[in-house]
């Protein structure tokens, strides 16, 4: 019976799943797009995390581990430094002047 109980143990502790929290990184439009940033995370970035982009409010919605929460903030944090603005479009005005 105590060799039962043992593997159970076991088994889960193998099968326990961290504590998963969601998360939301929102980013002003001005100053970086929410796509930009999601194409620089690499496979490693997104490991253990499902991210969903939400382009209406410009931010990604993270859910997983809180460890592997934070590890994605500081890597976040990073690429916001690092990636450009995205282009503001640029409003023209022309003056047409009357047929004679």
Known sequence: MEL???V???MQQAVAVPAQVVRVHRYD???LNVSTVYSAL???DMKDLTIQLNP???S???RGPAERQDQLAAT???LALQLPAPDKPVAEVYRCSAPM
Do not use: G, M, W, Y
Request: aromatic content about 0%.
């Open 29 to 31: 439009p001005d100053e």
């Open 76 to 78: 976040l944090s990073q």
């Open 8 to 10: 159970l143990a076991e």
């Open 60 to 62: 990604l919605v993270v």
């Open 56 to 58: 209406t409010t410009n």
């Open 4 to 6: 039962i109980e043992k």
């Open 42 to 44: 690499s496979t490693a």
